[in-house]
């Protein structure tokens, strides 16, 4: 089981910047890989970023629309992921949740099958204002 916890949401205007984080916990942490989602009200859940890591580096997956303005990042020791999210425009403004896939499913499919993702945390808000 792993369990996750989104920090870092709230309100930006537009050009700004804000931070997420996830911290995770419980004894699976090791075998999964971890991604981002988001979602808008109204709107499908959709995948922003993603990330593999393995000892010889990290393999990044974003979606085309955070493409230069998002970035992933992770530091196994403390068990967080995090997401740098520069930019911000009002089209970003959604419930951003972090998420955990085994890496066998993530590295065929990247973010792009929102059901290879097992745990979900909670979500955090992300607002931005024009």
């Known amino acids: 089981q792993v369990q996750l916890v989104e920090s870092g949401g709230g309100s930006v205007q537009a050009g700004g910047s804000l931070r997420l984080s996830c911290a995770a916990s419980?004894?699976?942490?090791?075998?999964?890989?971890m991604g981002w989602f988001r979602q808008a009200p109204g709107k499908e859940r959709e995948g922003v970023a993603g990330?593999?890591?393995?000892?010889?580096?990290?393999?990044?997956y974003y979606a085309d629309s955070v493409k230069g303005r998002f970035t992933i990042s992770q530091d196994n020791a403390k068990k967080t992921v995090f997401l740098q999210m520069n930019s911000l425009t009002p089209e970003d403004t959604a419930m951003y949740y972090c998420a955990a896939a085994p890496c066998s499913a993530f590295l065929l499919h990247g973010i792009r099958r929102i059901q290879d993702f097992d745990y979900w945390g909670q979500g955090t808000q992300v607002t931005v204002s024009s």
């Open positions: 990330i593999y890591t393995n000892g010889g580096g990290s393999s990044l």
């Open positions: 419980g004894y699976g942490y090791s075998s999964v890989c």
